[in-house]
């Protein structure tokens, strides 16, 4: 590789509960976890990674503080939560980015288009970082349009429903519009989210309806994101990403090693060493459900898919540039 990547990634999409949170706190734990250095920022007031990466569950978060200051001060963007995962820095978002829909208004009527305010402030991070991962708000103009400004590669979370799918013609316009300031920003794919299991027709039928309205560069990734609501539901109240739940429904005992304990060879061996070791969980100990391992898997595959995407369309860019 001559230059150096430059990896700057949106999790964007004008809609919320599209999966924007889940699929940048996984995509950037996986990363990680593959070992890229990733960082993590948080453009979103809601401050949902905060749920999804556990911070917010501890109180570590600063609710988007630094995030405002830096970018309001025009310094670089540096990280506040060193190794929230091995490998994965962040800058948390939350309710203090209130502020900064505001300011980015205040820029805007004096004529600084917020396309360009957020890239600049990125070159330390992109230095420093394999991936820098930004997740956005629903519905902010001016947020979307900052973040959008500052990548190079968008991906586009959608549902499979036509309401959804509609709405991102409109979200191509804001990609476009990004270009006129940051010329190199491209759609890298978009993401199914929420697909019911064997949802095979659905899933063509997304796939084309995707191409229609975002063109062929935003060709949907095979790895779609299963339909899981209780594990989601899990994921954020235990402030786990889904591999995490994975491990532990895999530590689950075999339900059947209860039944040693009430076997009579059970009982009359229960004071020996050997069968402590063979001993039941208690029954309040939950473990993660066994279907958390589809999602695991779910979101390891769309990691390597969007990986695999980038570097070849930056090997593809360096040789038309060669
Ligand atoms: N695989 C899934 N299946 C169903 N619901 C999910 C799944 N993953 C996450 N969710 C839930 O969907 C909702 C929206 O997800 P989120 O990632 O917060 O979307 P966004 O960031 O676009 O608003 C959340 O309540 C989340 O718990
Ligand atoms: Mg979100």
Not at 58 to 79: C, E, F, K, V, Y
Not at 277 to 288: I, K, R
């Amino acid at each position: 590789m001559t230059t150096s990547p430059r990896r700057a990634v949106v999790f964007t999409n004008h809609k919320g509960g599209v999966g924007k949170t889940s699929v940048s706190t996984n995509v950037a734990a996986e990363a990680a976890r593959a070992g890229w250095r990733v960082l993590l920022i948080d453009l979103d007031k809601q401050g949902s990674a905060g749920w999804d990466l556990g911070y917010r569950h501890d109180d570590s978060t600063d609710h988007g503080q630094a995030l405002l200051d830096m970018i309001t001060n025009g310094d670089q963007l540096r990280p506040i939560l060193a190794d929230v995962r091995p490998n994965l820095d962040v800058i948390p978002g939350g309710q203090k980015l209130t502020e900064l829909d505001l300011w980015l208004m205040s820029q805007v009527m004096k004529g600084v288009p917020p396309a360009g305010m957020l890239r600049p402030l990125l070159t330390d991070a992109l230095n420093n970082y394999d991936l820098v991962i930004m997740d956005t708000n629903p519905g902010v103009e001016s947020v979307m349009q900052t973040a959008l400004g500052a990548a190079h590669w968008v991906v586009i979370p959608t549902q499979p429903d036509w309401n959804s799918i509609d709405g991102l013609s409109e979200l191509a316009g804001k990609v476009a519009q990004a270009r006129t300031t940051s010329p190199d920003v491209r759609v890298l794919g978009s993401v199914l989210f929420d697909i019911p299991a064997n949802a095979h027709q659905i899933r063509k039928r997304a796939d084309d309806d995707v191409t229609e309205m975002l063109g062929e560069e935003a060709e949907t990734f095979k790895t779609r994101v299963r339909s899981a609501k209780k594990i989601a539901t899990l994921a954020r109240e235990r402030g786990q990403v889904a591999y995490e739940l994975a491990t532990d429904a895999a530590n689950a005992p075999a339900w059947h090693s209860i039944l040693a304990k009430h076997t009579l060879a059970g009982a009359e061996g229960a004071n020996t060493e050997e069968s402590a070791q063979g001993v039941a969980p208690e029954e309040d100990v939950e473990y993660a459900p066994k279907s958390a391992t589809g999602v695991a898997d779910d979101y390891e595959q769309l990691t390597s898919e969007i990986i695999r995407r980038i570097i070849a369309r930056e090997d593809a860019t360096e040789d038309a540039a060669s």
